[in-house]
């Protein structure tokens, strides 16, 4: 009798996957559309959560996918190290509080290799590109109420390794680890210009079943 995992069958698959996203901390750089003031340095964020679903298509070992993914973390603080006002550069260093959240929506390709081994435990590896819709929205600095929320559009791509494990002939609970990055996102809102990066390291587990 052999276990579930050897005779994972070819064709179509669904899969959906949850948990947690801790997303880098980010250079930043802020300016003011007039160009009269320009502030560097970076913000943190709060670990936050990631979801996803995908349908795709085992062909023996190879698996090809389409996926549509959410991450969401809270802002924590921003740190300034270095302010330009008239041309005329300040260094320094000051930190404050923010309040809002940082979310990214991703559509990716993803293909996925499977190394079976004749047991219900198969790991593999990720590799997906794509474009994702990033959106920061500041609610207050400093404790100070503010008012931006922009997007950003540009394009994504994505690692990752986990392994599966096969709870019918069907179905597999699945464990991993993704890495999602992006270009650059700038977020305009007529006034101030907030020029970042968005790196984020999800932890998730989910579930896949084939149709």
């Known amino acids: ?3 579930s995992g050897a005779i994972a069958k070819d064709g ?17 750089t802020i300016s ?12 943190d964020f709060d670990n936050g959560y990631a979801l996803s679903a995908s349908i795709g298509k085992r062909f023996g070992d190879f698996r090809l996918e389409g996926e549509v993914s959410y991450r969401e973390n809270d802002l924590d603080s921003l740190t300034l190290t270095s302010v330009t006002v008239n041309g005329t550069t300040f260094l320094g260093s000051a930190t404050a509080t923010l309040d809002g959240d940082y979310s990214s929506l991703g559509f990716m390709a993803n293909g996925i290799y499977e190394f079976r081994n004749g047991t ?5 590896l990720l590799g997906g590109v794509g474009l994702s819709r990033q959106t920061l929205e500041i609610d207050s600095v ?12 540009g394009f994504s791509y994505q690692l990752g390794a986990g392994v599966a ?4 002939d069907d179905a597999q609970i699945t464990g991993q680890y993704r890495y999602f990055g992006s270009a650059d996102p700038e977020f305009d809102d007529g006034t101030d ?3 970042g990066e ?13 149709f």
């Open 142 to 153: 400093a404790g100070v109420a503010v008012t931006f929320d922009e997007d950003s559009t």
């Open 120 to 124: 219900d435990f198969t790991p593999f």
């Open 193 to 195: 210009i907030i020029d």
């Open 198 to 210: 968005y790196h984020s390291h999800s932890l998730m587990i989910g579930l896949s079943y084939s």
């Open 32 to 43: 003011e559309n007039t160009g009269t003031a320009e502030g560097s340095g970076d913000y």
């Open 1 to 3: 009798v052999m276990p």
């Open 12 to 28: 179509w698959y669904f899969s959906g996957a949850g948990g947690l996203a801790i997303t880098s901390e980010s250079d930043v």
């Open 165 to 168: 494990y096969a709870i019918s």
